[in-house]
């Protein structure tokens, strides 16, 4: 299992970034997957995630209205939309996966999930 996380950057305040995360060795169909972020100094925070299952969302106040997370099927990949952006955005984020169960529902504890990707940057500054 290998997930591919992509299109960090750097951003200025009120700009926007996709980032992908895109799977390999592992079917989205039957999984949750999540963004999570870590900023410097902070523990990671779980930001969104996505069940395809039956098609749950969520998303963290911090970043309501602002990110919306989404799927392709056919590329089994995950986006991460976020608009809007503020300093407080800047950190690594990544994508994980938990294949230990079926993805009914959808949660960010970080210990639930198995497989994580390397992590994109996010620098939001101007």
């Known amino acids: 299992v290998q997930l591919q996380a992509s299109g960090g950057g750097l951003v200025q305040p009120g700009g926007s970034l996709r980032l992908s995360c895109t799977a390999s060795?592992?079917?989205?169909?039957?999984?949750?997957i999540a963004w999570f972020r870590q900023a410097p100094g902070k523990e990671r925070e779980g930001v969104s995630c996505?069940?395809?299952?039956?098609?749950?969302?969520y998303v963290a106040d911090s970043v309501k209205g602002r990110f919306t997370i989404s799927r392709d099927n056919a590329k089994n990949t995950v986006y991460l939309q976020m608009n809007s952006l503020k300093p407080e955005d800047t950190a690594v984020y990544y994508c994980?996966?938990?294949?230990?169960?079926?993805?009914?529902?959808?949660?960010?504890?970080?210990?639930?999930?198995?497989?994580w990707g390397q992590g994109t940057q996010v620098t939001v500054s101007s």
């Open positions: 996505f069940s395809s299952t039956d098609d749950s969302t």
């Open positions: 060795g592992v079917n989205l169909d039957y999984y949750v």
């Open positions: 994980a996966t938990d294949t230990r169960r079926p993805g009914y529902g959808c949660y960010v504890q970080l210990e639930e999930f198995n497989y």
